[in-house]
Each structure stands twice: as C-alpha cells, then as structure tokens.
C-alpha cells in the first residue's frame, strides 16, 4: 500500500487564458477548481495561469508530471473553438496514455443542461502518475463538469499511485 492513503492527493491547476496572464481579466475558473477540490479532501500545491501558448502549456504540464508535482492536474480554459485555445493538444503531446471516459462523462453530464456542451475538446490523460483533465473555461461550466467527476476521480488516483490495487467490486 502507497503513502497516498496516509496523506490527501496534490491537486496542480493551470488555467490558460491571455487575458487572465495579462491581467485583463480576473481569472475565477481557477479559484473555484482550488475551492471545490478542498472541499474534497485534495491538497492544492500549485495554481498557475498562462497565455493560450501550446509550447507553455505543454512544457508546464510535463514539469508538473515529471517532477511529481501532483497526482491530479486539472486545467481550465482552452478547450474550444476560439483561435488560440490549445489547451487539448498541449495535454495530448505530453500524455502517455489518453482516459477518454472522463470528458466523455462530462459532456454526458452537461448535455443535460445544455447543448452546448457538444462543443467541448476536453481530454483527460495520464503522464507517470500523475492524471490530467482539462476542464472548460467558464466558471459555471468549471462547476458543472467537476462535479460531475470528482467524486471518481479519487478511484482513478487510489489506481494510478498504486494507493489500492482492486479495481473490482466485491458484494
């Protein structure tokens, strides 16, 4: 058994947002992933935010991995339609396996409340022990598609950081 079972999972956060680097625009999506996070046990050891830059977010996505920074790291912002979003293709560079099931439960999951959720390009993958998930960047949505996966989220991790070796139930 891990030493994660003795100590919470460290949570790292990147929100991509060229306003937000800039300082034009306050960035909340960050902040709330921090809050929500806490509230389930996760210890926050690293929030940044950087411009919609592939080469920056790929390079700080793989530092936090390769230095074992975090076990889990959530990302906000990046993952539409709009010209500089870059945020899937950064995580799909440095990952080394791809977990498709959960972008695929949250867009389930914000498919009932709004159509729009169809337009995501989140993913979520593996580097090391470490899972990324790229999360929207609006707050509402940050709130929607978090609650939707935190919960078995921390099963994925007790897996990856070998905290628990059974992935079957028992009854």
Known sequence: ???????PYRLAVITASDKGYTGQRVDESGPLICQMAKKHGYDV???IILPDD?????????????????DLL?????????PRDCMPEATQQIVEKLVPGI???MRAYSLTITNRAMLSRAVAGIR????????????????ENLTAIIDALKHGLD?????????????
Do not use: W
């Not at 058994?1 to 003795?6: A, D, I, L, R, T």
């Not at 592939?54 to 975090?70: G, S, Y």
């Not at 959530?74 to 709009?82: E, Y």
């Not at 897996?159 to 009854?171: G, K, M, P, S, V």
């Open 45 to 47: 050891v690293h929030a």
């Open 1 to 7: 058994m891990s030493e994660n079972k003795k100590r």
């Open 54 to 70: 592939l080469a920056l977010l790929a390079a700080e996505m793989k530092r936090i991995c390769d230095e074992n920074v975090a």
């Open 128 to 143: 090391k022990k470490t899972l990324i998930v790229n999360l929207p960047g609006s707050p509402k949505s940050v709130k």
């Open 159 to 171: 897996i990856l950081t070998q905290a628990d070796a059974e992935c079957a139930r028992f009854f």
């Open 74 to 82: 959530l990302t906000t912002g990046g993952t539409g339609f709009a």
């Open 103 to 105: 972008p695929e439960a």
